[in-house]
């Protein structure tokens, strides 16, 4: 089992840039695909980015493609999500996951943090 601890989220006015980290624990790392999935008020959980501990592939969801880049440090086991050009719609509470498969789905992933609130203001 991984052990996903975020940090970072906040309130940024629109246009402004966050960074999200990921810090990941447990004994076997190596097999699991990590990402970024994200829940807005009344809406579904939906997949932000995925990726591999070596950094291919990597998948966007076409709504952060050339916004949000994911970058990993693999000496402290951490993922991080750079969101740039923030809008208003990327308002959520964004979760870290670990899943065995790519791309990631909500049915495949296998641990969660516990989320960090984003809310952009207009």
């Known amino acids: 089992q991984v052990r996903l601890v975020e940090s970072g989220g906040g309130l940024v006015q629109a246009g402004g840039s966050l960074r999200l980290s990921c810090a990941a624990s447990g004994r076997t790392l190596g097999p699991y695909y990590m990402g970024w999935f994200r829940q807005a008020p009344g809406k579904e959980r939906e997949f932000v980015v995925g990726?591999?501990?070596?950094?291919?592939?990597?998948y966007y969801a076409d709504a952060v493609k050339g916004r949000f880049t994911i970058s990993r440090d693999n000496a402290k086991n951490t993922f991080y999500l750079h969101m740039n050009s923030l809008k208003p719609d990327d308002t959520a509470v964004y979760y870290c996951?670990?899943?065995?498969?790519?791309?990631?789905?909500?049915?495949?992933?296998?641990?969660w943090g516990q989320g960090t609130q984003v809310t952009v203001s207009s």
């Open positions: 996951a670990a899943g065995r498969r790519q791309p990631l789905t909500i049915a495949t992933i296998d641990s």
């Open positions: 990726t591999s501990w070596s950094g291919v592939p990597t």
